[in-house]
């Protein structure tokens, strides 16, 4: 990571680049929407919960999308609830993340065909950083995501791209 | 203990042609076919009468029976013409123990029931229910609208004829 590469060697001053720094912060806390969806939900709970601890992670569930990172889409979702999922994204502050949990939330799941008030994918209406997969996926599945979700966040950099000619 | 036999021979002399028939060929138990227009006085009888005290609406729901006449447009379209919808009860009595299962046909042109809100309470959500599902007029309900759909859903999804939308508020429906 190289964020206390230069130690405390000149008294108690730790070097490191912004970037490194900003990275670090923002994926050592990524605070959760709490909000679930279906049976998904229950896993993404068991992963909440003391045997696989996603506060460790620094996951924590907030009650309200305005102090939140991150949105697990947990579950199958219905046309009526994706109106309210896409006003819940835009009331969270940037940077937000988003990850697409299970089958349902990736592609409509077992409703693909059938299922006349399902959306088939949550990235119809919102962009998606992590898919998720399984149906639903065990909670060592959600914390391969948000490691995923990590890896991300810590190549992120403030500078604009350059445009290539 | 009343059998549905012995409830409807009771039914029938009380309300005569309001009540249709008995229908006892089935796997299931038997069902009592009544009138759609008369089910609210008839339920009122069934709640409070000595001999049947039915207190307990366990469940209500529509169906579509799936008998309309299918015509083939020379395009290949398929449109269903006619037929009917039922709505079924489910009926418990919590003092005697006993249950009866009632059935309401009405014409899927003009689908209206009376409503049995005054008589259960229960049967409030089950009527808005299958009045989102199907579409069927639930005639003296408090409050008839959509339950688990959204109020500018087009369409009763259930009904045998109905077709999945292309989009709803922006999003494609097709996976």
Known sequence: ?165 | MKSPEEIFEILKAEFQDAVVEIDSELPVEPIIIVDPLAINKIAQFLRVNEDLQFDSLMNLSGVDDANGEKITEEDGTVTIKGGTFSVYYHLHSTTIDHKVVLRVITDKNKPEVESVDPVWKASTWHEREAYDMYGIIFLNHPDLRRILLPDDWDGYPLRKDYENPEYYDGMKVPY
Request: hydrophobic share 40%; proline share 7%; with cysteine.
């Open chain 1, 1 to 165: 990571m190289g964020l206390l590469d230069k130690e405390f060697a000149d008294s108690n001053i730790v070097i490191a680049k912004v970037e490194d720094v900003m990275n670090w912060a923002r994926l050592s806390s990524l605070w959760q929407l709490s909000f679930g969806l279906a049976c998904c939900a229950i896993e993404m709970m068991a992963t909440s919960a003391s045997h696989y601890d996603f506060d460790r992670f620094g996951v924590m569930p907030r009650p309200t999308p305005r102090q939140v990172d991150v949105i697990i889409i947990s579950g199958t979702v219905t046309l009526k609830m994706a109106t309210r999922i896409k006003r819940l994204y835009e009331q969270m502050p940037d940077p937000k993340y988003i990850i697409s949990m299970g089958s349902c939330a990736n592609s409509g799941g077992p409703y693909w065909e059938h299922g006349y008030h399902v959306l088939k994918g949550i990235d119809r209406i919102i962009p998606v950083d992590v898919y998720v997969p399984g149906c639903p996926p065990r909670p060592e599945a959600l914390l391969e995501g948000l490691l995923k979700l990590q890896e991300k966040i810590r190549n992120e950099t403030l500078r604009t791209k350059k445009k290539t000619a």
